[in-house]
């Protein structure tokens, strides 16, 4: 298929465990978000990528937070010591430009 | 701080009843307001952007205005398979991201 591509689309781990999520964007989008989206709430703004720039990490919600996309590409979000408050589905989405954003299905990640 | 509510929380509506929902919004410099539609277990879905006050996109039931405080989606003879959550979204700011979304309306059309 030609969308954005997330894995897993389920994770549970424990508490303390760091987890790795993964997106695949639509080939050929320069920029690239990251969000979380808690149960009934709006989604909440991690990282943006666009291009070569550095990256907007203004979201990330603390240092245990991390995001990276190789190639322009791939990206990849870590979560170091997971606690229970991250439970919460990632969602990631791509966009040419200043174009909509496309986005995922997204990662459940549920912490145990 | 730019701040955007949808109102109402949740909607039940019957097959063919319509009505609208409502995004209202407080930002600096709004570059453009996006309508999405979130079916569960699934990403949001791309419907519409809307650039300048006045302007209207349609597709199918739904039609997407826009004035310089709030946005509405209009859904005219909405059927069960309009269920969803909406989400309204805005970009302001002169550069990068700068998405900020609605908690999102729940829509729920019953046959």
């Known amino acids: 298929g030609a969308g954005v591509s997330q894995s897993p689309s389920n994770k549970v781990t424990e508490k303390g465990k760091d987890v790795e999520l993964r997106c695949d964007p639509i080939?050929?989008?320069?920029?690239l978000y990251w969000y979380r989206q808690s149960l009934g709430q709006g989604l909440e703004f991690l990282i943006y990528f666009q291009g070569n720039s550095a990256p907007d990490k203004s979201g990330l919600p603390s240092d245990r937070f991390s995001a990276e996309r190789t190639g322009g590409s791939v990206s990849t979000l870590t979560i170091q010591r997971t606690q229970q408050e991250d439970s919460a589905v990632y969602l990631c989405?791509?966009?040419?430009?200043?174009?909509?954003?496309?986005f995922g299905d997204g990662t459940r990640l549920s912490i145990l | 701080e730019d701040q955007v509510t949808q109102s109402p929380e949740a909607l039940r509506l019957q097959e063919g009843e319509s009505s609208s929902l409502n995004c209202s919004y407080t930002v600096s410099g709004l570059r453009g307001l996006f309508w999405y539609r979130q079916d569960p277990g699934k990403g949001p879905e791309f419907l519409f952007t809307l650039y300048s006050a006045g302007e209207e996109k349609e597709k199918e039931r739904l039609k997407a205005t826009l004035t310089k405080k709030e946005s509405f989606l209009h859904i005219t003879a909405p059927k069960p398979e309009d269920s969803a959550t909406y989400l309204c979204?805005?970009?302001?700011?002169?550069?990068?991201?700068?998405?900020?979304f609605g908690p999102g309306t729940r829509l729920s059309v019953l046959p």
């Open positions: 080939s050929g989008h320069t920029a």
């Open positions: 989405a791509s966009s040419l430009g200043a174009r909509p954003q496309h």
């Open positions: 979204a805005v970009q302001a700011g002169n550069y990068g991201q700068n998405f900020v």
